[in-house]
């Protein structure tokens, strides 16, 4: 083989891949321009969408409604009439002796907590063991509070440290 021969087929040999490619996007652009693609290209567009707004509607339909409660909002304030922050409050019916919920009031000095709704009574109380305000002197518990409830409602309650 002549060398300007074997020079001849290097470069058709490099050349080949680009010929490819220019072939490729000739008929990927003929495509594209056709109006039978756009139009399946904007009908699966329309599907997709269509599908993706309907299904949080069909997923709100197949929720469960929430079961119906009673709402105890309590606020603990302090000896100086401000709200206290970090006490202990126990909750529990009114003819069992043992708390059933036990939660701790916020920053605000608030707390909440849902209860089964109906005719119930219930016992609120602050759990004071080891609790000092700020002198360093002992907060003593105000007296147990009785709530009633007759259905799913919020009772709102303040209890007073003494």
Known sequence: MTRRRWKRTRMM???????????????????LSGFSLKL????VGYAILSHMLATPIAFAQKQVEEKPY???????????N??????????????????????????RGELAQRLPPG????????DLKGVKDMSGKALRAADEINVHFDKDERVDIGLHLK
């Open 13 to 31: 040999n490099k050349s080949s891949p680009c010929r490819f490619s220019a072939f490729v996007s000739a008929f990927y652009s003929s495509l």
């Open 40 to 43: 399946a290209l904007g009908v």
């Open 70 to 80: 009673a709402l105890l909002f309590v606020t603990v304030w302090g000896p100086d």
């Open 82 to 107: 401000h709200a206290v922050s970090g006490i202990k409050v126990r909750i529990r019916r009114a003819d069992q002796k043992k708390s059933h919920w036990e939660l701790i009031s916020d920053r």
């Open 119 to 126: 005719p119930a009574d219930y016992v609120v109380y602050a």
